[in-house]
């Protein structure tokens, strides 16, 4: 953990979890049991009506774990919004996940139509964060 710079390591096989943490002072903390992790695929539900997150369909989706940020420092303006036009490879956001700020490029370009994260929003891999309209 110290070679790597770890402050945390998560190992899981079969039914057994182990994390590694260190705590205030810098020991390490060991724990164990048994890992949640399902042991049958979870059956396909149908979204409900009162499900108001947004559409994958068109959006540009997180390609990371952890925190959103519209622009680069708090001292300047967001790297894009809505009604912008990017190219590609433009920078949309930040997403800073354990400590390293990685710049998320657009894919392809278009017009930002919607944004969907919040500045400052921890986010999920996969979650939408713009709907980017081909054009």
Known sequence: MDEGGLSELVWEKDDLKVRLSRKQDGTPMVHSGPAHLPTAPAP????????????????????????????????TDNFVEVGDTVKAGAVLCIIEAMKVFNEIQAE????????????????????????????
């Not at 921890?122 to 964060?129: K, R």
């Open 44 to 75: 396909h539900v149908a979204p409900s009506a009162e499900d108001t997150g947004p559409s994958k369909e068109g959006a540009f989706c997180s390609p990371l774990v952890g925190t959103f940020y519209r622009k680069p420092n708090p001292d």
């Open 108 to 135: 392809e370009g278009g017009i930002v139509e919607e944004i969907f994260a919040e500045d400052g929003e921890a986010v999920e891999f996969d979650q939408p964060l713009f709907r980017i309209r081909k054009g």
